[in-house]
């Protein structure tokens, strides 16, 4: 699966972006997706996941709330609603396939995940 994200600029805090993952190459629907971010100086850390039919979802604490990840099948798309966004929020955010079709295997690990994209940066400013 290639990946293709957008949607990240500049936003006020508490202000809102929506984010979207496309995607092309194998079949999209059979593939667990997930958001990480990496703050300059900072390791990549998990944000959202969503199974392959968006049945499931699953947030990191830091966002539970205020973050809601969802996907559409037909379009190949996933995406990252955010709102009430803070300073802490500001990073490159990336989305990538789960390794293994049908899985939820570790679903919050960056090891899980490959065919990453190029991120696209979300700056918030306070």
């Known amino acids: 699966v290639q990946v293709v994200e957008s949607g990240g600029g500049l936003a006020q805090a508490g202000g809102s972006l929506r984010l979207s993952c496309a995607a092309s190459g194998h079949t999209f629907s059979v593939y667990t997706m997930g958001w990480f971010r990496q703050a300059p100086g900072k390791e990549r850390e998990f944000v959202a996941a969503?199974?392959?039919?968006?049945?499931?979802?699953y947030y990191a604490n830091s966002v539970k709330g205020r973050f809601t990840i969802s996907r559409d099948n037909a379009k190949n798309t996933v995406y990252l609603q955010m709102d009430s966004l803070n300073a802490e929020d500001t990073a490159v955010y990336y989305c990538?396939?789960?390794?293994?079709?049908?899985?939820?295997?570790?679903?919050?690990?960056?090891?899980?995940?490959?065919?990453w994209g190029q991120g696209t940066q979300v700056t918030v400013s306070s």
């Open positions: 969503i199974s392959w039919r968006g049945t499931n979802t």
């Open positions: 990538a396939a789960h390794r293994r079709t049908f899985s939820l295997e570790s679903y919050d690990s960056r090891a899980t995940y490959a065919d």
